[in-house]
């Protein structure tokens, strides 16, 4: 039997492409194929229209997350791009959602190939991407920058968060959200009462508005619970302590944490609130609100455009109230631009152009307007676009105010597994198999044995 | 006759005709498949700098999963969702075959009706079924309010119903397709067999179990390799409908496979349970089809 293995060792070599899934890499090599093929005939064709600069074609690989016509608001980005720098051309691949853009990249270049100029993946990503020598940092592109400072300072702090490594930086900003809540104006106004602005008129809010009618419930407060860290962070910065302090450092067994874990878990126990255990709804919450089946949910600010077409009454929009009267908190979201490391640097540059000219601000803000994610630089909000797209939906403004009160989203060496840890305990919690007391002292021991072989 | 005989083995042609074929095979499924058994025996991890090269370390890979308590649930988890969907969707589609199978007004509806769960992508159907699940007005609640039950069942987000609902799901989905191959083997039953009963006085009942049945055994055999295999193959609908929760209550193999190597970044962890998975399948394939063999004598 050693024998055997030994052989079929010897045949392989140490530096056999990766292959797990069956269809997988059949599926990923194809296409990657198909696009070398048209990149040379393309280039062939711009040789002779731009003779002074060397022609150059870049993919993006780019997810859709959202109810939007993603593909065809980034093809109109492409088409100005071109026609400004004639000698790039940009092919924008579409790759289905966003661990899917992550999966495709992967697999690429772990069969060997080139992969993408530019991937629009999780903020969240940063580290597992850095430790797998994926990306470049892009300091030095913004050092050629007339006033690459300036430049940089221009995003919205929120959305840098989860862009810095070792004093690099590694990502760009581009389709990012927050946690918020969304509700009901009209059903507060008919009950008499104000906007939450603590946990505790929170929790008063959402038991008024229960209302049990034969069979049917509408509840308060929807709050899904399926993937459950994102919600579940403001309500942790609320109670005065996000769940990590750094890449190394999770904080899991804190009394406050375990007091905001307790408060998900009272707002059906204690309050009747909102249904009890763990909530699968986040596909189904936005119908919900819309519907008149709740009275608030807690969902991300993408949703907005979407909920704003389904609802017929005033949909109001704010970050989490927070433990102490008139403190509040909110987390961001969503994907940013990477430049990889396994492109030529020719196309690195063209890769660096494609990302300064689509995070220009009137395409910050153009984006904005037809996706519903948050415009992410200050400038956006000055265009005559911007302007007049608030004096129609000024809740896109309260989406970004929300991020005033965010703290950084759950980004760790080893995040998959760091993340599942976290989810698997905090559901135990919601579902009463274990005490939130115990179920965050066990979630911290896991995570920082998950995290040793990371963190020496 | 022997002189006959040996130029035709010699005969070049099934050998040609079967070269892509087995070239195919070699090269899609035999060479991952080695390759799979060859990274299994190393450590590589892609998120952690010094383990981007894969190391050797013998079975640690397979030490590490069977003393994980986690990898065993998931192993439980896995049985679970095959002896609930396997044995389910067969029979029933036995029955849905029988039952479209007479002269009734609407048989074609009803056809349609068990099919076309095999036509929606399971990603469609996850997200129909998800509404269906829901609570408080979901279909599966309303319905079972009418049978006198009180109060709002979280299907998907209870631990102890979360890999029943993704089963309810594989059932829906499968038992219509396993109908088809039924109905099929069905129409081609002779109908003298069931004369000759029937004059001999056999019920119904005796004419299914004794005739119908055994006459089906070979599209049974056939159905149950790949539902068997079906049961290890699809996950789409995990992913929509509790991403392997809560506290990971239906993760499967194969959605464990998909969350080592694509969220842990653990290439290593991911082969040993591709070979898991492989052996599984290959054991029951082939005891399947020796077992059914024997019978045949």
Sequence with gaps: MMAVLLILAAGCGPAAPAEQEEAAPVEEAAPAEEETVEEETAEEAEVEAEPEMEPVTIQVFYPVAVDAPIAAILNGYIEDFQAEYPYITVEPVFSGGYADVQTAIQTTIDGGGEPPAVGVMLATALYDLINADYIVPLDGFIGEMDDGQAYVDDFLPAFLSNSYYDDQLWSIPFQRSAVVMYYNVDMFADAGIEPPTSWQTWADAAQALTVTDGDTTNWGLHFSSDWPYWLFQPLAIGAGQNILEDDCTVVFDNQDVIDAVQFYIDLSAEYGAMPAGVQASWATDTTDLASGATAMIAHSSGSLTSLLEQSDFELGVMPYPGREEGTYASVPGGGNFYIMKGAPVEKQEAAWKFIEFISGAEYVADYSINTGYIANRYSAYDTDAMQAYLVDVPQALDTRDALEFAGAELATQNLGQVRGIFHDYIQRAINGEMTAADAMAAAQAEADAALADFCP | ?297
């Design chain 2, 1 to 297: 006759m022997s002189t006959q005989v040996s130029p035709k083995r010699r005969n070049p042609l099934p050998y040609i005709l079967i070269l892509p074929t087995a070239l195919f095979v070699a090269l899609f499924t035999a060479w991952p498949v080695l390759q799979s058994i060859y990274q299994s025996f190393f450590l590589q991890r892609l998120n952690i700098a010094r383990l981007r090269e894969p190391t050797f370390a013998g079975l640690e890979n397979y030490i590490d999963l069977f003393n994980d308590p986690y990898f065993i649930q998931v192993i439980k988890n896995t049985l679970t969702y095959i002896l609930g969907t396997v044995p389910v969707s067969i029979i029933l589609g036995f029955f849905f075959a029988l039952l479209v199978n007479r002269k009734i007004r609407g048989v074609g509806f009803l056809r349609l009706a068990f099919f076309h769960p095999m036509v929606l992508p399971m990603v469609s159907a996850a997200t129909i079924w998800l509404f269906f699940f829901t609570p408080d007005y979901g279909l599966l609640n309303s319905g079972l309010r009418l049978l006198g039950y009180t109060g709002a069942e979280n299907w998907t987000g209870n631990p102890d119903l979360a890999l029943l609902s993704v089963i309810i799901v594989a059932i829906w989905k499968n038992s219509g397709y396993y109908m088809i191959f039924y109905l099929a083997g069905l129409q081609n039953l002779p109908e003298e067999v069931f004369e000759a009963a029937s004059l001999d006085g056999a019920s119904s009942w005796q004419q299914l179990w004794k005739i119908t049945f055994p006459l089906l055994r070979r599209t049974t055999l056939f159905i149950t390799t790949i539902a068997f295999i079906d049961a290890f193959r699809t996950v789409d609908h995990i992913f929509v409908l509790t991403t392997g929760g809560p506290s990971r209550r239906s993760t499967v193999l194969l959605y464990e496979l998909w969350q080592q190597r694509f969220d842990f970044q653990d290439v290593g962890k991911a082969a040993a349970i591709t070979v898991i998975l492989i052996l599984v399948l290959l054991i029951f394939t082939i005891t399947n089809f020796i077992t059914s063999e024997r019978k045949e004598v």
